[in-house]
């Protein structure tokens, strides 16, 4: 469908935006800010309603863009639920700040945290149904990043209560990066592929399985 194709293409040029816009707003922050220990959120308060906050609320916004496409494709209720938790809580920590870094953390704070939480942790689930539906015709990979995006939130979780921090921000990245590379996956599977009859997919070129059910026109 013309339609899911143009999601899956304004989608990927909201992620690619989100990435651009994150590069330059660490950029732009104090050398003093160490981005091995520090997180993305550490260096966003830093610069409050700058780039890396503009970046989070769009990389949302790109994420939402999918919906209606996956809908179309005949993904369940759940993953959708689940990609719209992680497209909430990611702009609420967008709009919500974080503790200044070595101060002690405020209400605010904790609703960032949580937020930050919800969106790391339903995507990978989202990411995990998708990939047991015909609309993910990238299952493999689909597997893939969920599982390595749950390892990388335990690492986290583990630096963060009880590691004291070590290399906690070299650890986030490393899940932002898995977690969008997920999210650009189910992008390029909708630019690439023609959805027929709500959930049956087939691939406009060679290369992108297709999951069990797919017809051909």
């Given amino acids: 469908m013309p ?3 143009r999601s899956g293409l304004l989608a990927l040029g909201g992620i690619v935006l989100a990435a ?3 590069v330059i707003g660490h950029l ?9 220990s520090l997180t993305v959120s550490d260096f966003a308060v830093s610069d409050r309603g700058g780039v890396i906050d503009t970046a989070m609320a769009v990389l949302a916004a790109a994420s939402l863009v999918l919906l209606p ?3 179309r494709a005949g993904a369940g209720p759940v993953p959708l639920a689940l990609l719209t938790a992680w497209s909430a809580g990611l702009l609420a920590a967008a709009v919500v700040p974080t503790n200044e870094p070595g101060t002690p953390m405020d209400t605010a704070a904790y609703v960032h945290r949580y937020a930050s939480v919800l969106s790391f942790l339903a995507l990978p ?5 998708l990939a047991r539906h015909p609309v993910a015709g990238a299952a493999a ?6 599982a390595a995006s749950l390892v990388l939130a335990g690492a986290m979780i583990w630096s963060a209560y009880l590691g004291d921090r070590a290399l906690l ?7 932002i990066l898995t977690e969008t590379a997920l999210l650009i996956t ?6 690439l592929t023609r959805v027929v009859d709500h959930g049956v997919v087939a691939p406009h070129r060679p290369g992108i399985p297709v999951g069990s059910g797919a017809a051909t026109p």
Avoid: C, N, Q, Y
């Fill in 169 to 175: 921000g070299l650890i986030e990245r490393l899940l």
């Fill in 69 to 71: 496409a996956l809908r």
């Fill in 125 to 129: 689930v989202a990411g995990w149904l």
């Fill in 20 to 22: 651009v816009l994150a």
């Fill in 141 to 146: 990979w689909l597997r893939g990043l969920t």
């Fill in 28 to 36: 732009e922050v104090s050398d003093d800010l160490d981005p091995w």
């Fill in 3 to 5: 339609g899911t194709r």
């Fill in 186 to 191: 189910l992008a390029l599977h909708l630019v």
